[in-house]
């Protein structure tokens, strides 16, 4: 049963453009969400993160928004660079001094010059 | 600057041989997790140190074990690889097991299993 579901296996955006990658969870329990980009042949690398308290959280081009209620977050990336280009993980955890990271299956970004 | 090292990156096995799985991390991290990522799949965790402490998940199968001898190195043993065990294996640290600790990723180690 998947908790953390990224519906999208891929998405192409042109340079300069929004790109938006979205993420859907199952588990109420979650209340922290990160972001993680990877390039080919490296691992996973953190990006942003969003604590459930909060519905925005910002860090330069990259922005990730929260919806409690509909259960879904999202990452919008503006504007799109070529080196944006790689797989980008969503990922959960339950709070307080749980470790766990529940990952999505990935979306793979494209960004065309 | 390497911070979370995987020797090696690929791995070849047979299936039915032992294989054991190397990570070596800079951070000087009290935890350091393993990750198995199939084919288009989520990674999913096996299992944690935290410092000595193994923890081990509940659905990760007997067949795979881990040893960490000291705070830098951690190993991942796989005693008799089949092969649905073909897969990404990912290692990760984090400082503390905290939810807002961030894991820190190598890059990987890509298991064959013939």
């Known amino acids: 049963d998947q908790q953390v579901k990224q519906n999208s296996p891929s998405l192409s955006v042109q340079e300069g453009r929004i790109s938006i990658l979205n993420c859907d969870y199952t588990?109420?329990?979650?209340?922290?969400f990160l972001w993680y980009k990877k390039y080919p042949a490296e691992g996973p690398t953190f990006l942003i993160s969003?604590?459930?308290?909060?519905d925005k959280n910002e860090d330069g081009r990259f922005t990730v928004f929260l919806n409690k209620s509909a259960k879904h977050l999202s990452l919008h990336i503006v504007p799109s660079q070529p080196g944006d280009s790689a797989v980008y993980f969503c990922a959960a955890r339950s709070g307080g001094s749980n470790y766990k990271l529940t990952f999505g299956k990935g979306t793979l970004l494209t960004v065309n010059p | 600057d390497a911070m979370v090292i995987q020797n090696p990156r690929y791995q070849v096995t047979q299936f039915g041989k032992p294989v054991t799985l190397s990570c070596s991390q800079t951070l000087n991290h009290n935890v350091m997790y393993w990750y198995q990522q199939k084919s288009s799949q989520a990674p999913k965790l096996l299992f944690h140190?935290?410092?000595?402490?193994?923890?081990n998940e509940a659905d990760t199968p007997d067949n795979f074990q881990s040893r960490r001898p000291n705070t830098s190195f951690c190993f991942l043993d796989i005693r008799s690889p089949g092969l649905g065990d073909a897969a990404m294996y990912l290692c990760?640290?984090?400082?503390?097991?905290?939810?807002?600790?961030?894991?820190?990723f190598g890059p990987g180690t890509r298991l064959t299993v013939l």
């Open positions: 140190y935290y410092d000595k402490d193994f923890n």
């Open positions: 990760a640290t984090s400082r503390a097991l905290t939810s807002t600790d961030t894991q820190y």
């Open positions: 588990n109420s329990m979650f209340d922290y």
């Open positions: 969003i604590s459930s308290i909060k």
